[in-house]
Nanobody
């Protein structure tokens, strides 16, 4: 059973940066594709970024390409999301997820963190 804990959320002004981190309690994190999703009030949870097990492949939703970067350190069992040039529309709870394959579909993921709030003020 994979357990995930996110950290690094907070309040930032538009144009600022935040770095989210996800710590996984699992023996071999490289067996898992890892992703970040987000959910804004009144909206469905949406895909943000994903990274393959060994980190060679990354995927992003169009609205964050060029601004967000997903990375992983399998030796430390962590996955990070560096978020630059933040916009008010990035405001949401951000969730870390683990699953057997990379997917933009949240149903493909078998483990979720509790989420961390990101608020971008205009």
């Amino acid at each position: 059973q994979v357990q995930l804990v996110e950290s690094g959320g907070g309040l930032v002004q538009a144009g600022g940066s935040l770095r989210l981190s996800c710590a996984a309690s699992v023996r071999t994190i490289s067996n898992y594709a890892m992703s970040w999703f987000r959910q804004a009030p009144g909206k469905e949870r949406e895909f943000v970024a994903a990274i393959s097990g060994h980190g060679r492949n990354t995927y992003y939703r169009d609205s964050v390409k060029g601004r967000f970067t997903i990375s992983r350190d399998n030796a430390k069992n962590t996955v990070d999301l560096q978020m630059n040039s933040l916009k008010p529309e990035d405001t949401a709870i951000y969730y870390c997820a683990a699953g057997p394959v990379v997917s933009e579909n949240r149903r493909a993921y078998t483990a979720w963190g509790q989420g961390t709030q990101v608020t971008v003020s205009s």
